[in-house]
């Protein structure tokens, strides 16, 4: 069992931590030249609707649920909010929606099922996760370990006082979660690395979404991409939804624990990550580029 | 200088594309980057510049966060970074890292360098480095001042865990290992301090353009 801070507003206890459930916000952004990655939500505009229907702030730290689900008990009476991938959610004994705000009783079990479709929800609680912030975010950090640790099982997290009521809303529209996926990509900074050829495949054959994706990158299989220059690319700053290709030749598309810095040349880089927090392995990723 | 676009809302500045201004020569890239960072940051303090992160690497400075590329790329290319000298701050003594020098590696640096033990340790140790840039993990400065004769390569097998400390070489670069994690630098002595803490301002000791003496200790 691991409290992690005191608190006055109640805990949340972990009865099930599940595959991977942490505690995501905004990120840290504004500290890459120390090395310190933004880290936060892979989907941020799910975590800022989930705060806003429990009246939470828009960057109020909340849990980044993925796959399997996870089973929770807040210890006082609370309004939590789930949006994502489509899962079922019981609050005690009564099955409950994602997408609007949900009264959980005091020492009531919060049951998050297994993802449907998609592969990560983002649950609000309101007054949001009060773990003690690092560099301004309460975000965990895969890459590094910084932030809370991932939950496991009996964790009591704190949570933080409630600050507005929940949101007037009696229903969101559920995001569909394709099997497909189509990304807009610009070329660049290194595609002058790369042959023509590697271009032509980059926008025009599919590529699949590796089961050893995360939270880092989402890895892709399919036609290997042929360099132009050989040899090491000294290191450089990296950005969110940039497409490294390593030595292999199959593109990996960073996302939120990214590293600061990668020697790999980027061949593009991805406008909106987003869709790829739902991505299962298996998934066809498809890019499409302003230039062609 | 080359301006590379590196998606909607960055820019890279790349400085080892040609033609590289006549008169510095030879060009020392790690000054540049540094001279750059230097007046990126100052700019940014100014207002002058909006970017969420600058982030100095080997021979770029990458802009992130930046609102509109294009107009930002236009203006920085007339910009010119303001000469070392400028921008030194003459008040701001070096860092020391006190070092044991023990490390694991130090019989293989002093084979590339055909040299000794004993000669290897009075060369780091009178070497003034600067941190050049900041990555791998939080606080892991790359630290510049040996010459590129000098640079090593790394273990063809990474160590599953190199303890918190360990000061270490690789390539042109010496850095200091800020946590436990494995590692392909050749290890060449350890230090006490403690170089990377969320709880102070800044959070690493090791900032970039920040000057580094490795003191025996």
Redesign the interface.
Known sequence: MTERTGSGAGVVEVVRAGALTTVQDLGR????????TRSGALDPSALRLANRLVGNPESTAGLEITMTGCQLRPTRATTVALVGADVDVRVGDRPGDTGRPLAVPAGALLRIGPARAGLRCWLAVAGGIAVDP??GSRATDTL???GPAALRDGDRLPLGEPIGPPAPVDVTVPVPHPTELDLAV?????HDWFRTAALDLLLGTAYTVSPLSNRIGARLTGAPLPRAVAGEL?????????VQVPADGQPLIFLADH???GGYP?IA???DVTLLAQARPGTTVRFHGPQR | MRIRPAGAHALLLDFTTPPVDPGTSPVDLAALVEAWRAELWRRREHGELVATEIVPAAATVLLDGVPDPVATAARVADWTPAPPAATADPGADPVEVPVTYDGADLPRVAEHWRTDVPAVVRRLARTEFRVAFCGFAPGFGYLTGLPAELAVPRLTSPRPRVPAGSVALAGPYAGIYPTASPGGWLLVGRTELTLFDVRVEPPARLTPGTRVRLVPA
Do not use: I, M, Q
Request: aromatic share 2%; net charge neutral; glycine share 18%.
């Open positions: 952004p504004g500290w890459a030249h120390l090395g310190v690092v560099l590094a370990g910084l610009r070329l660049g900074p290194r000294p290191s450089e700053g990296l950005v969110l939804g940039a590293p600061t810095t980027v880089v991805v406008d």
